[in-house]
Nanobody, 118 residues
Framework: VQLQASGGGLVEAGESLRLSCGTSETIFSNNAMGWYRQAPGKQREFVAAILPDGATNYADSVMGRFTISRDNAKNTMYLQMDNLEPEDTAVYYC?????????????WGQGTQVTVSS
């Protein structure tokens, strides 16, 4: 497994979770990293991405609530999710690719389930 996601769980609305995605130094240092999610019966959607230089972008639906970051010493990317809403319930996947635009076609980790109860 080249990308290992973890940190999902069951929380109540308004609570927080932090997802982690670990990988090798080779993959981490040379690629954009991102998070996507897929809810039951819905299409996969972009959540957030971060470049090697730390530049970030977010989906409008999570702006101001989610924070993506990367720890270069640990080759790990994080997604801090605050003020979670039931609509955030989904399987979250981490991805890596040479650019943000290429993330859907890049490397994918296994998903981690996030469930937010109302």
């Amino acid at each position: 497994v080249q990308l290992q996601a973890s940190g999902g769980g069951l929380v109540e609305a308004g609570e927080s979770l932090r997802l982690s995605c670990g990988t090798s130094e080779t993959i981490f240092s040379n690629n954009a990293m991102g998070w996507y999610r897929q809810a039951p019966g819905k299409q996969r959607e972009f959540v957030a991405a971060i470049l090697p230089d730390g530049a970030t972008n977010y989906a409008d639906s999570v702006m101001g609530r989610f924070t993506i970051s990367r720890d270069n010493a640990k080759n790990t990317m994080y997604l801090q999710m605050d003020n979670l809403e039931p609509e955030d319930t989904a399987v979250y996947y981490c991805t890596a690719a040479h650019s943000v635009a290429r993330l859907p076609q890049g490397l994918w980790g296994q998903g981690t389930q996030v469930t937010v109860s109302s």
